[in-house]
């Protein structure tokens, strides 16, 4: 198994533009969710996903939208790109079923953004 | 939202000493996971604890979930090296969300 895949690894965006961080996992989890970590600091989540059409918001979504269409998917947009985006994302995923070890998350190697 | 504090935040010590931190919370939770990050990687699990009480290991890491359900710690026996890096506190209680804790940082010094 690869696990958690992020692509691309590093990225510089202009103000305004627009991209999408993309995420897959191998290992059939339910669960999948989005993090950014500014340097120094811990982990917010942005987004998450329960399953395959269901995502929900977490503690910073502003600026960010996702789109879960499959089991293994989970892309990141973000639309106007701004400076306060500038750190570094990463996914995760989940089994989330009954029992000891569901709730663990797994992550990706990180994409590292920069808006200038 | 709830706030892990995680104590130290930043540690020097000697190559063979012990090492000891902690994550208090201002609420309880029923999982506690201990990640460690290597500088450009993503989080790595180290050990997760289920349990009020719950003593676990994985090799020279021990981690404990407090009797409270408001703490847990981390212990490193006989630092090396490759324990360089940053480690997170994450609780969880009862939905889908973690909470991290902000990290403790972890410097060998030669």
């Known amino acids: 198994n690869a696990g958690v895949t992020q692509t691309p690894k590093f990225r510089i965006l202009k103000i305004g533009q627009s991209m999408t961080l993309q995420c897959a996992q191998d290992m059939n989890h339910n669960y999948m969710y989005w993090y950014r970590q500014d340097p120094g600091m811990g982990l917010k989540l942005i987004y998450y996903s329960v399953g395959a059409g269901i995502t929900d918001k977490g503690e910073v979504p502003n600026g960010y939208n996702v789109s879960r269409s499959t089991t293994e998917d989970f892309p990141l947009r973000l639309e106007l790109a701004a400076p306060s985006q500038t750190s570094v994302y990463f996914c995760?995923?989940?089994?989330?079923?009954?029992?000891?070890?569901?709730?663990?998350?797994?992550f990706g190697p990180g994409t590292r953004l920069t808006v200038t | 939202g709830q706030q892990l504090n995680q104590s130290p935040q930043s540690m020097f010590i000697q190559e063979g000493e012990d090492v000891s931190m902690n994550c208090t919370s201002s609420?309880?939770?029923?999982?506690w996971l201990w990640y460690k990050q290597d500088p450009g990687e993503g989080p790595v699990l180290l050990i997760a604890l289920y349990k009020a009480g719950e003593l676990t290991s994985n090799g020279r890491l021990t981690a404990q979930f407090g009797i409270t359900r408001k703490d847990s710690f981390l212990n490193i026996s006989a630092s090396i090296p490759s324990d360089v890096g940053i480690y997170f506190c994450a609780g969880l209680f009862g939905n889908e969300k973690l909470t991290f804790g902000t990290g403790t940082r972890l410097t060998i010094i030669p």
């Open positions: 609420s309880i939770f029923n999982t």
């Open positions: 995760a995923s989940s089994p989330h079923t009954a029992g000891q070890g569901s709730h663990e998350q797994y």
